[in-house]
């Protein structure tokens, strides 16, 4: 199980709950953006139960943000053992409402962030000849979502980028995987009013939404999996895909 953690966006509903899923298994290095306040929390509730971890604030969206925080990391560990690429956002709209600016920061922030995130990491992990990579995805990246199909798009492209980078750093014995949620209760969903979301559970099988802790759960599994698993898309969803 890896010893050098990093996770991004965790200060989010599932990155929390992943930071705590992996707390017991090595040093976290913990990155956010919103949230500030929740993320020293984080922190602060980890280190009081005798795990180790430390948090850096830093916009992933932008190069220099991504640049930041493995600096402040190189200075605190050794090379990465794991990162879980979690930041991310949603936008709910029609396509012909969303402007230029918004449809940059989701790119920047689903998309380019994973991207640069993934690509300091393998710099690192190559000459260790060690590694893995967790990218959180969403369902919408596979069946894709009506009025969100810029937030889809971004998803669709991790889970690409997930298949592409995992046969380029498999002989460097790095594994990359996706976990793709579905309908997870979350404050990303919180803008579904309560009939919107009974509807919604009873188009997935399961009969409900998903908890942050179920996905956490899957990337704890999935850290530990053999490496011989690797570009894999794993929808944790209740069977609605």
């Not at 690429?85 to 949603?90: E, F, H, L, R």
């Not at 009506?146 to 790095?174: D, Q, R």
């Amino acid at each position: 199980m890896p010893a050098n953690i990093l996770i991004t966006g965790a200060s989010g509903g599932i990155g929390s709950e992943v930071a705590r899923a992996l707390a017991p298994e090595g040093r976290l290095f913990l990155i956010g953006n919103h949230g500030k306040e929740a993320l020293i929390r984080l922190t602060e509730e980890l280190l009081s139960q005798g795990f180790s971890a430390s948090c850096f604030f830093a916009d992933l969206s932008r190069e220099e943000g991504c640049r930041a925080a493995f600096s402040e990391y190189d200075r605190l560990f050794g090379p990465p053992d794991l990162l879980v690429n979690c930041a991310g956002i949603a936008h709910v709209s029609l396509i012909q409402d969303t402007d230029e600016p918004k449809l940059q920061e989701i790119l920047q922030t689903n998309l380019s962030s994973c991207i640069r995130m993934s690509r300091e990491a393998a710099r690192r992990m190559i000459p260790a000849k060690s590694g893995r990579i967790i990218n959180i995805s969403s369902v919408f990246g596979i069946i894709g979502a009506s009025c969100e199909a810029e937030y889809s798009a971004t998803k669709g492209a991790v889970n690409a980028f997930t298949k592409s980078l995992a046969k380029e750093l498999a002989p460097s014995g790095i594994a990359v995987n996706a976990i793709a949620p579905g309908a997870i209760d979350t404050l990303m969903n919180s803008n579904l009013s309560p009939q919107e979301k009974k509807a919604l559970a009873e188009e997935i099988p399961a009969g409900r939404f998903g908890t942050p802790e179920e996905v956490a759960e899957c990337v704890r599994l999935l850290a530990k999996a053999p490496l011989y698993l690797t570009g894999q898309i794993i929808a944790v969803d209740g069977g609605w895909s």
